[in-house]
């Protein structure tokens, strides 16, 4: 009889689901919308539906893991999940009484994402990773020597709230001042070009738009534009910043660089890689700063490669 | 036949040794000089002599552990350690050569302190912590799910140079201005004392006191003096912010403070947690940060921790 594993990504809008073998391939991969109604009581009776629909039977499913929008502990529990309605709720121990019994493994999106990318993404290869996705806000995950870092109350890995500039005088969403997630999110890109252009008279393409975006900002800062190319190095300045602390704290292989700002590129890693560098200084052989490889499919690998690991 | 486990934490000037049974009680702990000429050669045939008087030959050894002051990869492999005069060199390789083959493991000074605490010390109980040792500079180690965190290169746990103060304007000796080093160490309460003082005509004990010491900032702050209070308050304000960052990165249970610096007792972690409840925004239930409780004996606790892990 087959067995299958299964990884699962669940978003406020989407659930992704992939079906791999036991020895890791991934053989099938499809999405359903996210029913976030009913308190998120359908969300895991839904997942476990078309699990069960691949497999055939719950005794052709080997394990299951699956990533969360927000804090999750190793146990699976679920303080929170706003996006999902979620509250005092452990999904993996639900889904796995879904499935009779089958072992279920949660972990925060972005930690899972993590995983995936070590697994079978830019990541492969590295012994530790430091993942970040670099969207509306900046998320992260954290590999060490191939086990995901959880966190104590599964905060793990939140690394947009690392503090890199303590003068920036609008808070950040979290109270604090000058988090990552306010500079080299995709919001902070914008609000840092806008800052650059309002301070000067500078001649830039960015003026003639009525709103422009991250990508306009980095498109318009690879064709030579100055005050947009100077947001970038700032942002990704920054962000170059928390990677040399990050290795003076945890020295990892390799920087991960995701999300929907990515796609700038290398010329974002670069960008990016010339600030690391120059401060790390306690390192002699520094990580590289390579780009994510998987896209939006690495919370389903990582997902799976959660429950493969717990189960071998 | 009797076996033990021998941890060692080598000093620029005196090297610890602990000898343990295989239960992980200290049966012997003992002190010899660190003769660091030949190019610190003759340092591990030194540790290796004291080893085998003890155990009476390296049949009763099962393992030992060493704590090096300088960056050790996982394979103990150390680039660099100029206090003992060593370059491209592997002491755990040599110090089991010269035990006929017994396994030996090495770390980082500060992170086998980690280890210490974690095990038998302040942690004990938690499954993840950060110890932070303040003294001359400040230094620290991490223990994840009971394992330490080497770092890819052997930097884990170098949280002294996390920037917590990019305004500063005197270089910390790594190259970079603000870091916690230069900030939580004694030697930084000491300047920010004297900068306090400079600033104001405020009436302070310290004033009468001609080379005043980190030591003397603290009493006299438990005394009431304002403006030695204002620089603890300072200083210790830099350290919660950094283990805020921490909670964010790694989310510990418990923060471990030792060294020179933490003699200053609860009055001390009372003003980190302070500072650290304030700015660990994201977590609903902050870690625990406690004060070391082995002292100088954590080193050899924690080098007999790493080898009893490896051969258990």
Redesign the interface.
């Known amino acids: 009889m087959n067995k299958y594993i299964f990884g699962v990504d669940i978003g406020g809008t989407a659930t992704k689901l992939g079906a791999f073998s036991l020895d890791g391939q991934l053989l099938c991969k499809w999405e359903i919308p996210t029913d976030t109604g009913g308190g998120g009581g359908r969300i895991m009776p839904n997942i476990a539906r078309e699990i069960v629909r691949y497999a055939g039977d719950t005794r052709s499913v080997a394990a299951a893991g699956v990533g969360v929008p927000g804090p999750v502990r190793r146990d699976g529990y679920v303080?929170r999940c706003v996006n999902l309605g979620w509250g005092n709720f452990n999904p993996a121990r639900d889904l796995s009484a879904h499935l009779e019994g089958v072992p279920v493994f949660a972990g925060n999106d972005a930690n899972v994402a993590a995983m995936g990318e070590y697994w079978k993404g830019g990541g492969r290869g590295a012994?530790?990773l430091v993942f970040v996705t670099l969207g509306t806000g900046v998320g992260g995950g954290?590999v060490?020597?191939g086990?995901m870092?959880?966190?104590?109350?599964?905060?793990?890995?939140?690394?947009?709230?690392?503090?890199v500039?303590?003068?920036e005088t609008v808070p950040c969403n979290?109270?604090?001042y000058g988090c990552l997630d306010q500079t080299a999110s995709a919001t902070g890109v914008v609000r840092h070009a806008q800052r650059i252009l309002a301070a000067s008279d500078a001649p830039s393409a960015l003026r003639a738009m009525e709103n422009f975006t991250a990508r306009d900002v980095f498109d318009a800062a690879k064709d030579g534009d100055a005050p947009a190319y100077e947001a970038v190095d700032t942002c990704m300045g920054y962000l170059g910043?928390a990677l040399a602390?990050?290795?003076?704290?945890?020295?990892?292989?390799v920087y991960i660089i995701g999300g929907g700002v990515s796609k700038a590129g290398t010329f974002l890693t670069d960008i990016v890689r010339r600030h690391y560098e120059r401060?790390a200084?306690?390192?002699?052989?520094k990580?590289q700063v390579a780009l994510a490889t998987l896209g939006s499919d690495a919370g389903i690998y990582g997902a799976a490669k959660l429950a493969l690991d717990a189960v071998r």
Chains 1, 2 share one sequence.
């Open positions: 303080r012994r530790s954290i060490i020597d086990h870092v959880y966190g104590s109350t599964g905060l793990g890995g939140e690394i947009g709230h690392i503090v500039n303590p003068q979290c109270g604090q910043r602390m990050l290795t003076h704290i945890l020295d990892p292989d401060y200084v306690l390192s002699e052989q990580a």
